[in-house]
């Protein structure tokens, strides 16, 4: 659908060619793809196979039959097509020409377009989804209050990140204060991921909007898998990785339940207790150390096992790490002294 919906943004020739069919007054069926599957329901129209632009969509709107186009939309293919989708498939569509479209992106694999000349909208169908397009200023006012919600939510994220840090550096950690971070992490992933969708639908009219958005991201997908690495026991088949599969398929309702959370990505088994201590392995705060490659993070956890050992190690025990030399060791030992010191200064 992202696909699909990033071939119908604003400054798209598709776009344009939808526009002017609405400035007309007129309606379309418009069906983006033109393989065998698509070409068995086709009845009767005319075959053009000429090189597509809006002006021409427009004009060829104004025929009753629907328009068919390269998988591209490089092309129009036919045009005044009658279009026989199974009837037998299922719509929830009233309008003749809606739901039609419906049947055929449920019969056949690719984007259909139903512009309304009654409503004066435009519908996109795929494979059983429905997209309506909103007006350009509907669509910046829902990401603009979707980027407020995602400055104060990475804000709260900050927040107990900081707390976790000073945690971990005192070796007071408990599965609770892991799942406030994870919470955090997923929602910021959850509201993002809603405007980055606006941005897909917003096309170059959206790319103030995608700067903002990858300021507010930056390090939330790495912070997401060096948590769940830290703490997630890899043994019997589990990983960080199906762990973020799961933190991801939480419904809203049970991201809101530290328990459900902490179950899910498997930090506590059923019945145990959630405020438990538990001992991180240093991936979180090692990767925040400049010029550290994720190499050197895993075999100096491998060597040490755990955060409070890699914070106790000397520069020399440091050095007999594979990869890590004096220069190096040195390196590591200050920036754990300035991540220490950095959470004596929040605790403070």
Known sequence: ????????????????????????????????????????????GFLLDAEFSPQR?????????????????????RANVHLVPDPSVPTNETGTRHRTAERVARFVDVPVLSVSEDMNVITLYR?????????????????????????RYRSRLDAVSVALNVLELEDGVTARDVVQVLQRLEMVR???????????????????????????????????????????????GWNPEKALVALSLLPADGLLDPKAVARSVRLVRSGEDIDGPVQPRGYRLLTRIPRL????????????GSLQKVLRASTDELCAVEGIGEARAASIRDGLDRISETARLDRS
């Open 1 to 44: 659908m992202l696909e699909a919906l990033a071939a119908v943004a604003p400054g798209m020739p598709l776009r344009e060619g939808l526009d002017r069919i609405l400035q007309a007054g007129k309606g379309a069926l418009i069906v983006v793809g033109d393989g065998p599957d698509v070409l068995q329901i086709c009845s009767g």
């Open 127 to 151: 494979d059983g989804q429905k997209h309506t397009f909103d007006t350009i200023a509907r669509l910046f006012s829902r990401a603009n209050q979707a980027l407020s919600t995602l400055e």
């Open 190 to 236: 959850r509201i993002a991921e809603e405007i980055d969708g606006y941005v897909v639908e917003l096309g170059t009219d959206g790319r103030l909007l995608l700067l903002q958005l990858g300021e507010l991201m930056g390090g939330v997908q790495d912070d997401r898998r060096a948590v769940l690495r830290d703490y997630v026991d890899a043994a019997h």
């Open 57 to 77: 969509l427009a004009e060829l709107a104004k025929m009753d039959g629907a328009i068919v186009l390269a998988p591209d939309a490089s092309r129009i293919a």
């Open 293 to 304: 490659g994720d190499g050197l993070v895993v075999r100096i956890v491998d060597r040490f």
